[in-house]
């Protein structure tokens, strides 16, 4: 158990880590952490496009968690940065299951944050008997009313940021403004595609935190992150991540007998917490924790210290 006043483990490097290609486009990065023996989670990283942190590593102890990470399709390490062709919720499942066999993995625990918890329920619902339980964080269902929420809504808590994130946007084009940067993020002039995913990077970086972390902001801004949070973000809202009319609470009853928690910060602009509490009153057996004073990040003080107190959980007695 981790006795240090910051709840995460101590750093960690990979044992393992390997490139797997996954059709003739794709390669994906990944990589496995802690106790080769131990017992199996998945880390899903958010954006879509966001890609890993070495820090990411560091919510599991690593005398006892088996700890597998990769980059989804077109973020972080994986190639094409970027690639929103062959690029689908479906071919991400299928991902996982490949690097589930590749690893000789049976079943493992699955978390996820952010668009994380949204792959992490895709796949559950997918592939329940792969899935030991799951550790939801800042529940994104990727509905209508959520995509035109980040694109629109969150202007009335950072207006400032949300008049920068339009700033490239003729005033004619703002009614859509998911089709404006679609325009921009796809069109055949690569100058044009990375000044459309660094404002949108940017944009998001600068809202994820209850109070300012400019560095954040900068990072998400960065062509190396912009490119694949940018792009691949607006990819998946313009197909409306490739799922149904709320397809993740409408199968949520596959998932239901399995051990979960949600954890949700109160002020959560990005992700706000009514799509928290729609999964939490479709799955009422899950552990449901609001946690006052965190907006959506990972790292907030409170939401770092229950994921971390999920994962010890789960490792003293199995459940969440």
Known sequence: ?????????????????????????HTLYWEECGNPQGV??????GGPGAGLSPAHRQFFDPAFYRIVLFDQRGAGRSTPLGEVRQNTTQQLIDDIER??????????????????????????????ERCNGFILRGIFLCTPPEIDWFLNGIKWFFPKEHAQFVAGIPDAE????????????????PAEN????????????SCL????????????GSD?????VGRLEAHYFLHNAFLSDDQLIRNIGRITHLPAVIIQGRYDVVCPALSAWRLHEAWPQANFQMIEG???AAFEPGIVAALVAATERYKRNGTL
């Open 99 to 128: 690097l589930r066999v590749l690893r000789g993995i049976d079943q493992w625990l699955v978390f996820g944050g952010s668009w994380g918890s949204t792959l992490a329920l895709a796949y559950g619902q997918a592939h329940p």
């Open 1 to 25: 158990m981790n006795s240090s006043p910051d709840p995460l483990f101590p750093p960690i490097e990979p044992y393992l880590s390997g490139n797997l290609p996954v059709d003739d486009l």
């Open 224 to 228: 190396a992150v912009a490119l694949g």
């Open 209 to 220: 935190h209850l109070l300012p972390h400019p560095e954040v902001a900068d990072q998400f």
């Open 40 to 45: 199996p989670v998945l880390f899903l990283h």
């Open 174 to 189: 703002r009614g859509d403004l998911l089709q404006a940067f679609g325009r921009r993020l796809f069109g055949a002039d």
């Open 294 to 296: 965190a907006g959506h």
């Open 194 to 205: 990375l000044r459309a995913a660094r404002a949108w990077g940017r944009f998001e970086g």
